[in-house]
């Protein structure tokens, strides 16, 4: 299962970009993105993202 960053709620630290053992997620104008056709939903970016911005597709 796939995860979306909510662009509104992202602030961009990387912090899910640095920890996601699939590197499926860039840094777009600032904002974190995850490419949900790579994504293998190991639910590493939630755990550590630090404003909630991630959520389950």
């Not at 699939?22 to 293998?40: L, S, T």
């Not at 190991?42 to 755990?47: K, L, N, P, V, Y």
Request: aromatic share 2%; net charge negative; proline share 5%.
């Amino acid at each position: 299962m796939a995860f979306k960053i909510k662009p509104d709620d992202c602030v961009g630290c990387g912090v899910c970009k640095d920890n996601c053992p699939v590197e499926c997620i860039k840094e777009v104008d600032g904002k974190c993105v995850i490419n949900a056709e790579e994504c293998v939903g190991c639910g590493t970016c939630i755990a550590n993202c630090p404003s909630d911005a991630i959520v389950q597709e």
